[in-house]
């Protein structure tokens, strides 16, 4: 196909993509009917719609680089954002995804790119005709665009750039981390609006991974039928995220607009949102049942004794608190916290060879200790890991919900059945769906006591698998709702309407329906782009990168 071809099928057209971290129709349906959100009515009415399930586990990382890839986590090789490798973990990168990204495609074939801040880019991918600022999981020291000085060339006109936000939100200090917040959403939208407006593209996309992050935080506040809903909260704190999502709808017009109004804009999230009621310990249950074992070591022995009483650095802290001494806790350094919650009870307490399953990952994900696949592996590929299934999964069927009393699982899903390719395997045996996600496991090994607590830090919001699709624009149908599409659908949609053959080896689907007059879908056989070498981040690097999930929420013991 000559290069006409393909742009006189694509007519010429450019793509908007426009990501919101973790959006929901929950949300967005009823304040863009409201009139609260005047930009995504707009594309609601003018587009077509639908609910976009995402991977499993419906987690940031996991879910945008199976959207950059169009393929599960099997082929792609990222499940979350850290990589278990027995007591320990590391973070994953941008050079974490094995496949080659609809970026990587669209550069090879001479489209022109841009991103901003779409998570799991960093480093950033030195692509032809391409421009990036790489998003979460991007290190405070590292250079995060591409190409390296493309921050320097705007910032002097507009301002700094920010990637995360500046304030950890704590409870009773809501203003400090909505005014952050919101500085932050008017940062990001400035930025992409000066990039589409300035730099040569035919494909944009930027995300705004606010939403998620004051979804996370502010929830309950929105949300009257939330247990820790506060009545009595002012009203600029009560609609705090409604004002996010209305300023991250301004920005989006400023971007509808610069693009210009020959472009497809397509509107998505990597997962839904919803409320968050209580956080289990797992591997407090693995404990109790017996499928994972303590050293004998007296310390461990101790340190298990204390844990068990309810005695833990966490409780001490609380303590604390109650006394009013705990200005003193927070003055000491967070390396000398850490050193202490490490002194407590961690993974490296675990009798790993008597110990037949672990749990390490926010949402309910466990693993079989395997032999060949963990340093310490203790079971048998084959029948006996099948067994070892079994009895986790009878061990967790036994969770009862704390107030209720009724099962705590509505679904577990298994690894074996979700995940397909070379990578299968790193991914989580069971992971589950607790009270609709109302419920979600500590990431790490918790140093609670109890098998349930009502919060983890101060998140009263958590992810859901079904999050939001719109496309609108030229060609495209016009007010529709249709079924339910797949996050892995998106690249292969955008090749398709950018004119390009879909590889065969992604998984997803072509939305042809989408469009009033579908042409054909073509297909190609060969990986025709780059992808980098795997490489890990620096200590220092992947110790700012940790430290930033930390104050998400994301890798909270
Ligand atoms: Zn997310």
Redesign the pocket.
């Known amino acids: 196909m000559s290069e006409q071809d393909l742009t006189s099928k694509s007519n010429g057209k450019k793509l908007l993509i426009l990501g919101l971290?973790?959006g929901t129709f929950n949300l967005v349906r009823p304040w863009a009917e409201q009139g609260h959100l005047p930009t995504l009515k707009r594309l609601l009415d003018e587009g077509v719609s639908c609910d976009l399930n995402s991977t499993f586990p419906?987690?940031?990382?996991p879910?945008?680089p199976s959207f950059m890839t169009g393929m599960n986590p099997g082929k792609h090789g990222v499940f979350d954002f850290i990589r278990p490798k027995g007591t320990d973990y590391d973070m994953v990168n941008a050079t974490s995804i094995q496949q080659p990204t609809v970026w990587a495609r669209f550069a090879r074939a001479g489209t022109k790119v841009g991103m901003v801040n779409i998570?799991v880019t960093y480093p950033p991918q030195k692509l032809d005709n391409s421009f990036i600022i790489s998003g979460?999981l991007s290190p405070r020291s590292g250079t995060i665009s591409h190409p390296a000085d493309l921050i320097k060339k705007y910032e002097g006109k507009i301002g700094p750039y920010r990637i995360a936000p500046a304030v950890q939100y704590s409870r009773g200090h809501e203003d400090a981390y909505i005014k952050d917040i919101y500085d932050l959403v008017r940062t990001r939208g400035k930025w992409a609006t000066t990039l589409v407006e300035n730099e040569a593209w035919d494909v944009f996309m930027v995300v705004f991974?606010e939403t998620?992050i004051g979804s996370h935080a502010l929830w309950r506040f929105a949300d009257e039928s939330h247990p820790q809903y506060d009545p009595d909260a002012p009203d600029h704190i009560k609609n705090g995220l409604r004002n996010l999502y209305a300023l991250v709808d301004e920005q989006m017009g400023k971007l509808i607009e610069a693009a210009g109004e020959d472009t497809i804009v397509l509107v998505m999230?990597?997962?839904g949102f919803g409320p968050l009621h209580y956080t289990v310990n797992l591997n407090l249950l693995l404990m109790q049942t017996g499928l994972m074992q303590l050293k004998r070591k007296p310390l461990t022995q101790l340190k298990a004794w204390l844990f068990k009483n309810g005695i833990s650095p966490q409780t001490i802290y609380q303590f604390a608190e109650k006394l009013g001494v705990h200005n003193i806790a927070a003055r000491v350094s967070k390396k000398q916290r850490n050193a202490v919650f490490r002194r407590f009870l961690s993974y490296d307490d675990v009798d790993w060879e008597r110990t037949v399953a672990f749990s390490m990952g926010h949402v309910g994900q466990i693993y079989i200790n395997t032999r060949g696949r963990w340093p310490h592996g203790s079971v048998e590929p084959g029948y006996e890991e099948y067994e070892v299934r079994e009895k986790v999964i009878s061990a967790l069927n036994g969770m009862r919900h704390p107030e209720t009393g009724e099962p705590i699982i509505d679904r577990i899903i298994l690894g074996s059945e979700e995940y397909s390719g070379p990578y299968a395997d790193r991914g989580p045996d069971i992971q589950l769906i607790m009270d609709g996600y109302r419920c979600i496991s500590f990431p790490l090994f918790a140093t609670t006591p109890k098998l349930f607590t009502e919060q983890i830090r101060g998140d009263s919001g958590n992810?859901r698998r079904e999050g939001i699709f719109i496309a609108s624009g030229p060609g495209i149908k016009k007010g529709e709702i249709r079924e339910t599409a797949h996050i892995l659908d998106v690249a292969p949609t955008m090749m398709y309407l950018m004119g390009q053959p879909v590889p065969t080896e992604m998984d997803g689907q072509v939305l042809t329906d989408i469009l009033e007059q579908p042409w054909e879908v073509t297909y190609s056989e060969t990986a025709d782009a780059d992808i980098d070498p795997e490489t890990g981040l620096s200590t220092e690097e992947a110790e700012e990168v940790k430290d930033r999930l930390r104050g998400l929420g994301y890798l909270e013991d």
Request: charged share 20%.
């Open positions: 971290d973790g419906p987690v940031t990382s879910a945008w998570p979460l991974g998620d999230s990597d997962h992810h």
